[in-house]
C-alpha cells in the first residue's frame, strides 16, 4: 500500500488549500481514510476521516466548519480542503489508511500558513 499526500505549501491566513492524497496497492473499499498533522514540538492531531464506501465524515474539533473531507474513487484519491486557514494550522498533514486501525500511513505534506 502507497499513499501520496502532496498539495502543501505556504499561504496567507485566510487563504485556502487542497491536499491531496492519492492511494494505490490495494482496495481501499473497507477502510477509512484520515488526515492527521503534526506541529513542531506539538503531538500528531487528528484532522478529519472519511469512510472509503460510504463517505461519512468526521472532523476534529480546531477544524470543523472550515476544513472538508471528500473521495474521488475513480481515482483514489483523498482531498482534504481547507478554508478559512489559520497560522495555527501550520504542520505537516499526513494521510492515513486502515480498517479497525490507521495501519498505513504517507509522507506528509507541508503547510505553513503565514499570519
Known amino acids: 500500500v502507497q499513499l501520496q499526500a502532496s498539495g502543501g505549501g505556504l499561504v496567507q491566513a485566510g487563504g485556502s488549500l487542497n491536499v491531496s492524497c492519492a492511494a494505490s496497492?490495494?482496495?481501499?473499499?473497507?477502510?477509512?481514510m484520515g488526515w492527521f498533522r503534526q506541529a513542531p514540538g506539538k503531538e500528531r492531531e487528528f484532522v478529519a476521516r472519511?469512510?472509503?464506501?460510504?463517505?461519512?465524515?468526521a472532523y476534529g474539533d480546531s477544524v470543523k466548519g472550515r476544513f472538508s473531507i471528500s473521495i474521488d474513487n475513480a481515482e483514489n484519491t483523498v482531498y482534504l480542503q481547507m478554508n478559512s486557514l489559520k497560522p495555527e494550522d501550520t504542520a505537516v498533514y499526513y494521510c492515513?489508511?486502515?480498517?479497525?486501525?490507521?495501519?498505513?500511513w504517507g509522507q506528509g505534506t507541508q503547510v505553513t500558513v503565514s499570519s
Open positions: 472519511i469512510t472509503w464506501s460510504g463517505g461519512i465524515a
Open positions: 496497492g490495494r482496495t481501499f473499499s473497507s477502510y477509512t
Open positions: 492515513a489508511a486502515g480498517s479497525s486501525a490507521y495501519a498505513f
